[in-house]
């Protein structure tokens, strides 16, 4: 019942990360005015601002104007619902999870201004990151050093990746890998290793796909450091216990 809730509240959020994700590298407000259509500047009615399922019923096309609205809407919303359900079922319930669910939201809408506009937002990082300290203090103050050495550690790792091929990602990548250690702590390490396998592959496949040509694709690696801290998120102690055991014990 409480992954149930959890789903429900993350296709909410997700309706409102559409919103951040439009907006913010505009540099426009996030809350004022409301919604509306980019083709005509109709305020949308909120029947028709339900997630995913208004996008369905108006089968994608503005009620008032007929242009078309973009399926990364619906997947959005869905995709923060699943992840918001999952990441309860995979770590249960606590007061973990006013860091967990608000991190793996601000996951979602980097990857996304990422993927489409190749930035990383100060105006998301920054406050993750203060917010991530924040939230050490209060509900990790055991754990405070392990996870802020985590966040440097990432910064640094992710800094001198940068110095030696700046060309590869930029400091907007470098600051995001150090609010996710701060949120991660040792479960950072197979996020990172997850964010450079799956953009190695990528890389692999442009390479055999395209030649020569593929030097020239710039492929944004914040989308893959989100990848990689969504599943940490969800199985990243884990995976960390696991090689210990195997390799350490």
Known sequence: MLALLAGMLGLLVGSFLNVVIHRVPRHESIVSPGSRCPGCGTPVAPRDNLPVLSWL?????CRHCGAHISARYPLVELLTGVVFAAVVVARGPGLHLLLDLPFAAMLVAVGGIDLEHRIVPNRI???AAVY???GLLLLRSGETVEFALAGVGAFAFLLLAALAYPAGMGMGD???AGVM???????VVPAMFAAFLAGSLLGVVLIVRFGARARKMGVPFGPFLAAGGLI???VGPELVALY????LS
Request: charged residues 15%; hydrophobic residues 70%; aromatic residues 8%.
């Open 57 to 61: 019923l108006l089968r994608a096309r």
């Open 125 to 127: 990082v920054v406050p």
């Open 132 to 134: 991530g300290v924040v």
């Open 174 to 176: 470098v600051k995001l």
């Open 181 to 187: 250690g701060l949120f991660l702590g040792l479960a």
């Open 232 to 234: 940490a998120l969800l």
């Open 244 to 247: 210990a055991e195997t390799f």
